[in-house]
């Protein structure tokens, strides 16, 4: 099946440091990454649509300067989270879409996750 | 906007028992709805999704457009069915963004 993974599985940092998270989808390619944020016991929020080849569409709220993202490739995208602080403590997930040909097939695979503590 | 709820943060079942985890949605449109678990210490994983209208490890969703609901059902638990279960939604066909809602903790008692 379909496997996405992330890199690191989880990040110290001191504050006003960058971070930056790999997603990679590692059997498929996936011209879609999203990204999002999961605060403990709390829901996923998506924070931004990332599409190889351009840029990434941020959801309402997300500081596109403070997390920047890249999908240089069909099989990786990076969050770089810039000048971190206490408040972006948090796990970040990814997902990949990996679409094959059916729009009924058309899923979105996620990865394990990073936990990011900015100290 | 689009909203998911699922009234239940935690639900305890006993093994054997039916279980059903609640999902309403708002929505004019025409969304697709999906089913995701995260079992312990896992990442999170399609269960079901009911444009396919199948049964996974025994798990069913109907889609109810006049209660905006797509509850997720099982007729008998089974211990492995303990988990994080949350209910998406996407809008359209197209659009590939996923809302989910806040989940339910699944706790099948022997």
């Known amino acids: 099946g379909a496997v996405v993974s992330q890199h690191p599985s989880w990040v110290i940092c001191k504050s006003g440091t960058s971070v930056k998270i790999e997603c990679r989808s590692l059997?498929?390619?996936?011209?879609?990454m999203f990204w999002y944020r999961q605060f403990p016991k709390q829901s996923l929020m998506l924070m931004a649509t990332?599409?190889?080849?351009?840029?990434?569409?941020?959801e309402q709220g997300v500081e596109k300067d403070k997390f920047l993202i890249n999908h240089a490739s069909l099989t990786l995208s990076t969050l770089t989270v810039t000048s971190a602080h206490p408040e972006d403590s948090s796990f970040y997930i990814c997902?990949?879409?990996?679409?094959?040909?059916?729009?009924?097939?058309?899923?979105?695979?996620f990865g394990p996750g990073t936990r990011l503590t900015v100290l | 906007a689009q909203r998911v709820t699922q009234p239940e943060k935690l639900l305890s079942v006993f093994k054997g028992a039916p279980v059903e985890l609640k999902c309403n949605y708002s929505?004019?449109?025409?969304?697709?709805l999906f089913w995701y678990v995260q079992y312990s210490r896992q990442r999170l994983q399609l269960l079901l999704r009911?444009?396919s209208r199948e049964s996974i490890k025994g798990f069913t969703a109907d889609l109810n457009k006049g209660e905006t609901s797509f509850h997720l059902k099982k007729p008998f638990a089974q211990e492995e069915d303990s988990a994080m279960y949350y209910c998406?939604?996407?809008?359209?066909?197209?659009?590939?963004?996923?809302?989910f809602g806040t989940g339910t903790r699944l706790t099948i008692i022997p």
């Open positions: 997902s990949a879409r990996e679409t094959s040909g059916r729009w009924d097939r058309d899923t979105q695979y």
């Open positions: 929505y004019s449109g025409s969304p697709e």
């Open positions: 998406a939604l996407k809008l359209d066909f197209g659009n590939e963004k996923l809302t």
């Open positions: 009911h444009i």
């Open positions: 059997d498929f390619q996936a011209t879609t």
């Open positions: 990332s599409n190889e080849g351009s840029k990434a569409t941020y």
